[in-house]
C-alpha cells in the first residue's frame, strides 16, 4: 500500500470591495503613494466596512467560493481549521460559527492562531490529520479583518494590512503529491516586537486602554522587517537543502505578502527568478492569514500537477517556516 500524503484538492477566496488605495492613506496620514510602494510594494488594500460584519463573513464567502467550484457536499467535510488572528469573538471559536454556517454539520472545527504565520501551521496540522487516515477531507481556511485591529492614525501599520479571506481543502493523494515536508520554528523574542497590547489577560480592557488606543496593533518595523528577511530567507534555504531541490527544481514561490523587499530578499537566497515568485501584495496588502491561499485562488490557473511549491511565512511572537509542496491537479 502506498503512503498517503496531503495534497490540496480546491481552493476559493473572497475579498471585500472596498479599495483602501494609497492615494486615500494620503489624505488620512502623512504619507505618499511613492513611499509606501518603494518600501512595501503595496498600492491598495481591501476592507470590510459593512457594520456588524467580521472575519468570519469572509471566512464564510471564501469557503462557499470553494465548494461551489469544486462541487463538494460540505457534509463530506471532516473538519475544519480557521487560521486567524482577529476572531469574531473572544472565547467562542469563530471556526465553529464558520463550518455551521457553510453546512458542514459533520465537521469539527478549532480556531489556530500564530499570526501571519496561522495558514502555514494549518496547513501542517490539516496534513497530519490526513495523513493519519483518520479524515478525508480537511478543510483550512485563512482569514483576517485586520482592520478591525488597525489604528487609522499611525502610518507605520495602516499602511500595510488588509482585510481577506482564502480556503483550501486537503485531501488524502497516493500519488506522491501534496505536502512533502516542513521546517516550521518559532522565538518568544518576538512578543514585543509585534502585538496589540490591551485586550487579553495581562491587560483587559478598561477605559485607560481605550484612550491609550491599546487595542490597536503595534509594531517595531525595523526589528520586525530584520528578523522576517532572515527568517524567511533561512527556512526557504533549508528546506530546499534537506529535499536536494536546486532553483531549476522550484516551480512557484509562495511567500507571505507582507513586504515586497522582504519576499524578494527569500526568492535571492533560493536563487529564483522573479518569474517564478507570485506576487499579489500590490492588490491587498498583508491580509495576515489570508496571504498565502489568496495567492494559490489568484494563481490557481498557472499551478501544474506535479509542480514543487515552496511556501514561506514570518508573523508576530515571533513564528515562522516554509513547507514544501507538490501540486496534484490541473485547473479545468
Not at 188 to 203: H, M, N, T
Not at 211 to 226: M, P
Request: glycine letters at 8%; aromatic letters at 8%; one cysteine or more.
Amino acid at each position: 500500500m502506498s503512503k498517503i500524503t496531503a495534497a490540496i484538492t480546491a481552493v476559493g477566496s473572497y475579498v471585500p470591495d472596498f479599495v483602501l488605495s494609497n492615494q486615500v492613506l494620503e489624505t488620512m496620514v502623512d504619507t505618499n503613494d511613492e513611499w509606501i510602494t518603494s518600501r512595501t510594494g503595496i498600492k491598495e488594500r481591501r476592507i470590510l466596512k459593512e457594520e456588524g460584519k467580521g472575519t468570519s463573513y469572509m471566512a464564510i464567502k471564501a469557503a462557499q467560493n470553494l465548494l461551489e467550484k469544486s462541487g463538494i457536499d460540505p457534509k463530506e467535510i471532516d473538519m475544519v481549521i480557521m487560521a486567524t488572528a482577529t476572531p469574531d469573538l473572544p472565547v467562542a471559536a469563530t471556526g465553529v460559527f464558520v463550518a455551521t454556517e457553510i453546512g458542514a454539520t459533520n465537521a469539527f472545527a478549532y480556531d489556530l492562531q500564530a499570526a501571519c504565520s496561522s495558514f502555514l501551521y494549518g496547513m501542517s496540522t490539516a496534513a497530519a490529520y490526513i495523513q493519519s487516515g483518520r479524515y478525508k477531507k480537511v478543510l483550512l481556511i485563512g482569514a483576517d479583518k485586520m482592520s478591525s485591529i488597525i489604528d487609522y492614525t499611525d502610518r507605520a501599520t495602516c499602511i500595510i494590512f488588509g482585510d481577506g479571506a482564502g480556503a483550501v481543502l486537503f485531501e488524502p493523494n497516493q500519488e506522491g503529491l501534496g505536502l512533502q515536508d516542513e521546517f516550521l520554528r518559532s522565538d518568544g523574542i518576538g512578543r514585543e516586537f509585534l502585538k496589540i497590547d490591551a485586550g487579553g489577560s495581562i491587560l483587559p480592557p478598561s477605559q485607560e486602554t481605550i484612550d491609550k488606543k491599546q487595542h490597536s496593533v503595534f509594531q517595531d518595523g525595523k526589528t520586525v522587517f530584520k528578523y522576517a528577511v532572515s527568517g524567511m530567507a533561512d527556512v526557504s534555504e533549508k528546506i530546499m537543502q534537506r529535499n536536494n531541490l536546486s532553483h531549476d527544481d522550484v516551480n512557484w514561490l509562495i511567500a507571505h505578502q507582507a513586504n515586497k523587499r522582504i519576499i524578494d530578499a527569500t526568492a535571492n537566497r533560493m536563487g529564483l527568478d522573479e518569474s517564478k515568485v507570485l506576487i499579489n501584495i500590490q492588490r491587498y496588502g498583508n491580509t495576515t492569514s489570508a496571504t498565502l491561499p489568496l495567492l494559490l485562488s489568484d494563481f490557481e490557473h498557472k499551478l501544474k500537477k506535479g509542480d514543487n511549491l515552496i511556501f514561506a511565512a514570518f508573523g508576530g511572537g515571533f513564528t515562522w517556516g516554509s513547507i514544501y509542496l507538490k501540486w496534484a491537479y490541473d485547473k479545468n
